[in-house]
């Protein structure tokens, strides 16, 4: 198995372009989650869907972040505009889950360095 | 409630030492305590995980020491090497209400231990 998938794997941007980041999680899992990663605050999860559907978003930071699931091997979180206090390493895990067998094992993506100037 | 606090935030040691990391909880619906190490670069990797029915866990060099009264619970790298230089995020998740918890995990703030040869 190729593991997570993400792309870029760098991108660097202007303030107030649009960013678009990309997940392919592993085959046969079923929740995904994007987490945004600082020095400053650490590993943050940003928002969390199971079979597609987005669970909880509560994490993200604001409006002009967004994120889709379209189908089980794709999401994409979106930026809109980009400011550079969004500069951070960001993340994608999936994870097969099922009820009341206890299996929480989340395999993280190499992660997109995002930086905004 | 839903925190996880780690410490201390960064730790050195000589080669054959044995750091030891630390986290406490205060949720005690959590019911799984998995420890990720992170190396520059790459995304968290799952590294060794216990439940609260042990009080201790061991895979290879790595010991997951669990106090279910005090609500806290320690990672120990015996014979610490160079190579295990890298940072240590502990975390913690729950069964949620019908089994849907989806995997959500929360994760402490990370420890960055230094190993000198």
């Known amino acids: 198995d190729a593991g997570v998938i993400q792309s870029p794997r760098h991108e660097v941007t202007e303030m107030g372009q649009e960013v678009t980041l990309r997940c392919k999680p592993i085959?046969?899992?079923?929740?995904l989650f994007w987490y945004r990663q600082t020095m400053m605050r650490g590993l943050e999860l940003l928002i969390y869907?199971?079979?597609?559907?987005?669970?909880?978003d509560s994490g993200m930071p604001e409006d002009r972040f967004s994120a889709k699931m379209p189908n089980a091997s794709f999401s994409t979180l979106k930026i809109q505009p980009s400011e550079p206090r969004d500069s951070a390493v960001y993340f994608c895990a999936s994870s097969l889950t099922l009820p009341r067998t206890g299996l929480y094992e989340q395999y993280f993506g190499p992660g997109t360095r995002l930086t905004v100037t | 409630q839903q925190q996880v606090k780690q410490s201390p935030q960064s730790l050195i040691v000589q080669k054959g030492g044995i750091p030891i990391i630390n986290c406490a909880y205060e949720n005690t619906a959590f019911d799984y305590f998995p420890w990720y190490q992170q190396f520059p670069g790459k995304g968290p990797a799952l590294l060794i995980a216990i439940r609260p029915d042990v009080s201790e866990k061991k895979e290879g060099r790595f010991t997951i020491s669990f106090n279910k009264s005090a609500k806290q619970f320690s990672l120990h790298i015996m014979d610490s090497q160079p190579g295990d230089s890298a940072t240590y995020f502990c975390?913690?998740?729950?069964?949620?209400?019908?089994?849907?918890?989806?995997?959500?995990?929360?994760f402490g703030q990370g420890t960055i231990l230094t190993v000198h040869p």
């Open positions: 085959s046969g899992h079923n929740s």
């Open positions: 869907f199971n079979n597609n559907v987005p669970i909880d």
């Open positions: 975390a913690a998740s729950m069964e949620g209400a019908g089994g849907t918890s989806y995997g959500k995990l929360t």
